[in-house]
């Protein structure tokens, strides 16, 4: 089976959102981590229905949609310019927080 290389990133915005697109239009497998205080920002964001009290773990998979829904959130906003980008290539997206990280991943044809 053939596996795809990752390529982490640690978010600091624009410039890392330009180095996510760019690994996922050549089909690289992508982990943005982001700093510690989304943690509350994304479960608020993922799981508005359980206020006041937040899920201490976030675990949410989905497609390319889930980008747009985090990139709602203040300082993630160009997160939305990955999303067609992954939508076109049929990409997975995974937000798991606490240490907050969003993966962007891709099928994996059989050899």
């Given at each position: ?8 990133i640690?978010?600091?915005?624009g410039k890392?959102?330009a ?8 089909r690289?497998?992508v ?15 993922l799981?508005p ?27 993630l ?6 999303a ?11 937000v798991?927080?606490?240490?907050p990280?969003v993966a ?7 050899e």
């Open positions: 089976m053939k596996t795809h290389s990752i390529v982490k640690d978010w600091k915005g890392t959102a180095a996510a697109r760019a690994a996922i239009d050549r690289l497998n982990e943005l981590n982001l700093p510690a205080n989304y943690h509350h920002a994304l479960s608020a964001q799981y229905e359980s206020k006041p009290t937040r899920p201490p773990v976030i675990d949410v998979t989905g497609g390319a949609e889930l980008l747009f829904e985090i990139a709602r959130i203040n300082g906003v160009e997160i939305a310019g990955l067609q980008a992954a939508s076109e290539a049929s990409a997975q997206v995974q798991v927080s606490p240490s990280k962007i991943t891709f099928p994996t044809p059989d």
